[in-house]
């Protein structure tokens, strides 16, 4: 106990978002030190970890034979341990040592005693064995104790929903690679879906609708571009154009191409519609007691699919409830994983174990 407390005045606590796009870090106290693609770029023989972060995402697609660039967590289960460990311990390290810039400082002299105790969010379909992959490298990585919080719980307590009142709250988080949805009271998730299905299929369907309209071949950072500058899921203002670059389909050249709001909306159509039909599919296995309180309360939104223009009024017209847009999405998870960590209850009861601690 009282050694514990006396760590605690020193160590500085961690908050990890283990996204399927994006990783963040949150040093208590601090606020957010990292946010960096989830992607590790290694040698593909030796298994060397060459490069984390940023670094290793203008690898992607671009890589020569002898090394490889991936998303560890991509569909929202952990595809490369190693890749995955790789990266938790390289942040863990990295935001600790940041924490302790200055050499003449205390906390530099206690470096090797005071270790964070660290929460990682992480996507709700997630294996038992991964969770335990997870927990294990946060302790091997140097946390003095490792909780693991499901994302829509951390995302629900991150926008600010009551998670611990007996009110139903709903959370719709569209990252990356996954859409996480759940609805949670008196500090648990009732019903919750995790879909494949978010942003990088948004990616996809752009590529796809490029090619077959145009004959023209795009990569997914030129497709994502599209996404993030003409992209909507509603008619919402002025409709526009952009003009993209690939490779022609017929004589294999560079080529450019215009593209309408409009298509690019049709194109997206395909992917929002089928992330409502999940939504909707949700909302028929609310308790009944609790549909009130979402009705009342309504959807809220998070996770970086979420800023995509209109999908709120998209969503909102097809499943007839309110639709909340919140405020920094993206973040939302670290953010709500970090008060739950330091709210020692509500920790208690969202922790997974599994058996792990
Ligand atoms: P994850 O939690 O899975 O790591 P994020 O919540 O960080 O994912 O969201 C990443 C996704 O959000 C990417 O597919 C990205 O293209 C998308 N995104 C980010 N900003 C926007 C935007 N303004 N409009 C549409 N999509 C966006
Ligand atoms: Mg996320």
New binding site residues.
Partial sequence: MVLNAIFGLFSQDLAI?L????TLVLVLGKGIVVREP?VVARHRKTKRILAVGSEAKRMLGKTPVTIEAFRPLRNGVISDFDAAYAMLEYYIKETHQQAHPNPLHPRTWFAKFPRPRVIVGIPSGVTEVERRAVWEASLEAGAREAYLIEEPMAAASGVGLPVEASTGSMIV?I????TEMAVISLGGIVVNRSVRI???E??ETIIKHVRLRHSLLIGNPTA?EV??TI?TAYPVGKETATVIRGRSLETGLPRSVKVSTGEIREALALVTNQIIEHIKELIEDIPPELVGDIMENGIHLA???S???GIDKMIAEQTKMPVVQTKDP?TA?VRGAAKVLQNKKLLEKVKITGGLN
């Fill in positions: 978002d996204g399927t796009a994006n989830s988080d990252g990356g690679g996954t978010a942003g990088d948004m990616d994502e996404k993030l992209g996770g970086g699919g800023l995509l223009v993206q998870v």
